[in-house]
């Protein structure tokens, strides 16, 4: 039997911790714009933002993680959500790496991060939360975002 494939990864610093995104799913990373709050949204959601002159909501990663949300996150990694992209604010782009086969299975935490943890991993000797983009922002936000003036 081979060795699975490596993963490629986007690694970003949100709140005290690394996490890690899947290559094909980052559309862009870009300096942050000026966001709107959007009523209704869960708490990690700051808002929406202009993303190419559309709506966007803008997740706060390191809310979405359990954190104090980022004072004045510097990046925002823009993510692919079906035909829909939403902003990543995160305070640092640290890369793309190339994460070894697949990682284990993680029952106990399967729906930890509203569903979007995949594996937990180390990466130069800290934790990696690496997510499943695409479970970030609800359906009911995007749809939101994208009605919003």
């Known amino acids: 039997m081979s060795e ?18 899947p290559v094909e799913a980052v559309v862009e990373t870009r300096r942050p714009a000026a966001v709107r709050p959007l009523a209704g949204a869960p708490p990690w959601v700051s808002g929406v933002g202009l993303v190419r002159g559309a709506p966007a909501p803008v997740v706060d990663l390191a809310a979405f993680l359990g954190g104090a949300a980022e004072a004045a996150p510097a990046r925002w990694v823009i993510l692919r959500c079906g035909a829909r992209v939403a902003a990543l604010a ?32 180390a990466l130069d000797r800290e934790l990696l939360v690496v997510l499943e983009a695409g479970r970030l922002v609800p359906d009911e936000v995007l749809r939101a975002a994208g009605e919003a003036p």
Request: proline share 8%; with cysteine.
């Open 4 to 21: 699975p494939l490596p993963q490629r990864v986007v690694v970003v610093r949100a709140g005290g911790g690394l996490c890690a995104l």
């Open 90 to 121: 995160v305070r640092q782009v640290a890369g793309v790496r190339a994460l070894p086969g697949a990682a284990g299975e993680l029952p106990l935490l399967s729906r930890a991060a509203e569903g979007a943890l995949a594996s937990l991993r």
